[in-house]
């Protein structure tokens, strides 16, 4: 598997980048400056080399002027990642022999992404058709998928479905629906202790 290391001081950023090119089936190493990742790169051998430049101890520019000068190491790609954007400072990475020179402030991760296969000739792996663009051997388009058919029988059956009758209304709601009214007998008054009324 083709490994990367990340070289960033900020532990966020490294985060994150290591997160998304983890993502592109890479293997991923970091190492928060540039002498741990002068460390890191001899005993791990990555493919590329993702270094910020501004990092406490030794910086990306002096990393890189380090490990092209040893023999080990030299051949190790690396993408140079920055805040710096004069031409003199890109001249520089390219001169101690950075194969690319990136400016944070121009670019997304996705670029960097873009540029790690770039840098290393492979592809990102192309995203899979949707039903709708899919098309097979002869040219037509191709058959919808099971998802398909389920949400066409489920729109079908919704279709041919009467629609529900309303609720009938209730004219009296004192009295239960559906009730024989036989069955309700006026009680009695009580008058002095005397049932009163009819028998």
């Known amino acids: ?13 490294r985060e994150i980048y290591s997160i998304r090119i983890t ?15 002068l460390a890191v790169a001899v005993r791990e051998k990555p493919d590329l080399i993702l270094s910020d ?17 040893t023999p080990e ?8 990642m920055t805040a710096l954007s004069a031409d003199d400072q890109r001249q520089r990475g ?18 960097v992404i873009n540029t790690i296969h770039e840098v290393l ?8 058709p949707s039903s709708s663009e899919a098309v097979n051997p002869t040219g037509n388009s191709a058959a919808p998928s099971a998802f398909d058919d389920t949400v066409a029988t489920q729109a079908s059956f919704e279709a041919a479905a009467p629609e529900t009758a309303p609720a009938p209304e209730i004219a009296n709601p004192g009295v239960l629906s559906g009730m024989d009214s036989n069955l309700v007998q006026p009680q009695p008054e009580i008058n002095n202790g005397q049932a009163t009324g009819s028998a």
């Not at 390219?94 to 670029?111: C, M, W």
């Not at 000739?121 to 899979?128: C, I, N, R, S, Y």
């Open 1 to 13: 598997m083709t490994k990367i290391m990340v070289v960033e001081d900020d532990a966020s950023l």
């Open 23 to 37: 993502a592109e089936g890479y293997e991923v190493v970091s190492a928060g400056d540039g002498e741990e990742a």
């Open 53 to 69: 430049i501004m990092m406490p101890k030794i910086s990306g520019f002096d990393m890189l002027d380090i490990l092209r000068s």
């Open 73 to 80: 190491i030299a051949h190790i790609k690396v993408v140079m």
């Open 94 to 111: 390219e001169r101690l022999g950075a194969d690319r020179y990136l400016v944070k402030s121009q670019v997304g991760i996705e670029d």
């Open 121 to 128: 000739g492979d592809k990102p792996v192309a995203a899979t």
